[in-house]
């Protein structure tokens, strides 16, 4: 027998048939988006096309089929109105559009903006299926993921079938898949899809991960959220952002569209739980507040609702001691590494939030052996050690190294570092990452992450020149290699029994992105692979 797989289950999500374009007509206006309509070429009234037979949205040209609204959002590297014509050639019904295009006879409809305008359409299509479970968004520049996959699995271990959308994996009516897209939150049709395919499967309640981008560029706009989770907020993507206010703002709208109720199966209070230890504590818990939502906090904070008492740690576990409302606790977990304190914690308060059994939550997470990318050990014999992480970030690298540092001690070994940064991206944060790992690591080797179309030896300059600053010599105790395979390579050749080498910032993913498109990367497998031509296993 076949096994069913996420693509079989996204494919019988797909509605059939073809829907009246004067539902979405109908939105657009109650929102006020809507500001005209052309048809023939010549403006007319939007209720004259509100005949007009829809089989899909899509705001990928190349994805249209006959009867499909395409709607043109402006992107990085292309704007969505150019394609206007190809989508038309290629069978489309009609397009959404910000400014009309007169040259291409297609029915019209002129909004404001066209990316909140393609969350509205892709909700309308796939008939808002985010009313139909119970919805838990999670944010934040790092822990997203593993707190995520906790989530997961306390809900499921308290009875709740439970989906999943996120960096390292979809989960849709309890299968499980990696995600090999480079996207945490995708577009909002891909997006409406995942959770109408969840409903379709069982599953009562979603876990999304939700990211900066997809709040700024209104992916998760038509979506239903009951519970907000902040984890943690530090510097990242302020190459979309422009600056760090603006980044900390479109993480609050998160918490913001906590004020958007509707009637569901399952009716969990609207509440928004922050990390108090976050400088940003204040802010996140004010805009649930003022969104009508309750609010729980978690972490070392002592006016935290879930407070961590006492944490021990070693090499394979953490167990931490905690008060909730619910009464003291203590849960053991599998995952090392002491910044999952704080993630754990995030899903105690999520429990207590939404009535879980505390005991089915302990459980749940005890129950995690490991979350894909994410301090995920390497070992095949080899007298040092190997730590596949996905940290990405300045703060994220500086608290694994940090994490890895005494256990390097302990062993009578150091720290051999070996990341890249992503181009395309925000460049503030290379020399910084160059930096944190010159001041902790040994040996800092630099080398590609997902150059995109940017000069790969633009990046690693600017990361080795922070490397530079913290004392770093190339050739010496700094090496700049492209190439990620040969900087595996020659990390491993130079490690030292009892040393950890880190390898950040690709983790699950399964591809290096660079100008030519996509190339297959396993950073697990690339590791074991390189040890074996060294000798080991």
Same mark, same amino acid.
């Given at each position: &027998? ?229 984890? @943690? ?31 569901k199966p399952r009716p969990w209070p609207a509440t928004g739980i922050v990390n108090a230890d976050d400088p940003s504590a204040g802010a996140f818990a ?53 910044? @999952?304190?704080? @993630? ?30 994410? &301090? ?56 910084? &990452? ?52 040969a900087a595996l390579e020659a990390a491993f050749e130079r490690a030292r029994p009892g040393d950890i080498v880190l390898l950040a910032g690709k983790g ?30």
């Amino acid at each position: &027998m076949t096994r069913r797989t996420i693509a079989d289950l996204l494919a019988a999500a797909e509605p059939a048939g073809t829907v009246a374009l004067g539902g979405l007509v109908e939105r657009l206006t109650a929102e006020r988006r809507l500001r005209g309509a052309r048809r023939d070429g010549r403006p007319i009234g939007p209720a004259g096309l509100a005949a007009v037979p829809i089989t899909g949205v899509t705001e990928d040209s190349r994805e249209v089929r006959d009867g499909s609204l395409f709607v043109a959002i402006p992107g990085f590297h292309a704007d969505g109105h150019d394609f206007v014509a190809a989508a038309a050639r290629q069978g489309a019904a009609a397009a959404v559009v910000d400014h009309a295009i007169p040259e291409v006879d297609l029915p019209q409809l002129v909004v404001d903006d066209t990316r909140p305008a393609l969350a509205t359409a892709a909700a309308w299509r796939y008939d808002d299926p985010s009313h139909g479970l119970a919805v838990v968004g999670i944010t934040g520049t790092d822990g997203k993921t593993t707190t995520a996959f906790l989530a997961v699995a306390a809900l499921e271990a308290a009875g709740i079938r439970t989906g999943m959308t996120g960096t390292a994996a979809t989960r849709i009516g309890g299968l499980q898949e990696a995600n090999v897209a480079h996207a945490t939150t995708p577009e909002a049709p891909a997006l409406q899809r995942a959770i109408r395919a969840m409903v379709a499967a069982g599953d009562e309640a979603a876990v999304i991960e939700t990211t900066s981008h997809g709040l700024a560029l209104a992916r998760v706009d038509a979506i239903a959220y009951d519970v907000a989770i902040l984890t @943690n907020l530090t510097h990242e993507h302020l190459e979309l952002h422009g600056t760090w206010e603006s980044y900390r703002d479109a993480k609050l709208r998160l918490f913001e569209r906590l004020a958007h109720r509707v009637a569901k199966p399952r009716p969990w209070p609207a509440t928004g739980i922050v990390n108090a230890d976050d400088p940003s504590a204040g802010a996140f818990a004010g805009v649930a507040q003022e969104a009508g939502a309750r609010v729980l906090t978690y972490g070392t904070d002592p006016a935290a609702d879930v407070r961590a008492t006492r944490v021990e740690e070693d090499r394979h576990r953490l167990r931490i001691a905690y008060d909730a409302p619910s009464g003291s606790a203590t849960v053991d977990l599998r995952l090392v590494g002491r910044f @999952n304190v704080h @993630n754990a914690l995030a899903v105690v308060a999520l429990g207590e939030a939404v009535g879980l059994d505390p005991g089915a939550v302990r459980e749940g997470l005890a129950g995690v052996p490991v979350v894909p990318g994410r &301090m995920e050990r390497v070992e095949l014999g080899q007298p040092f050690g190997v730590i596949v992480d996905f940290a990405h970030s300045p703060a994220s690298l500086q608290v694994v190294l940090d994490l890895l540092a005494p256990l390097a001690a302990s062993g009578g070994g150091g720290l051999v570092a070996v990341f890249g940064s992503a181009g395309e991206r925000d460049t503030a944060k290379r020399p910084v &990452m160059g930096r944190i790992a010159g001041e902790r690591a040994r040996i800092v080797v630099v080398t590609d992450e997902d150059p995109r179309g940017e000069d790969r030896h633009t990046i690693l300059d600017a990361i080795a020149r922070g490397a530079e600053a913290a004392g770093k010599r190339r050739d010496h105790d700094l090496l700049v290699i492209a190439d990620r395979r040969a900087a595996l390579e020659a990390a491993f050749e130079r490690a030292r029994p009892g040393d950890i080498v880190l390898l950040a910032g690709k983790g699950h993913e399964q591809a290096i992105i660079g100008p030519d498109g996509s190339m297959p990367w396993d950073e697990r497998g690339e590791a074991e692979a390189a040890l074996r031509r060294a000798g080991f296993g």
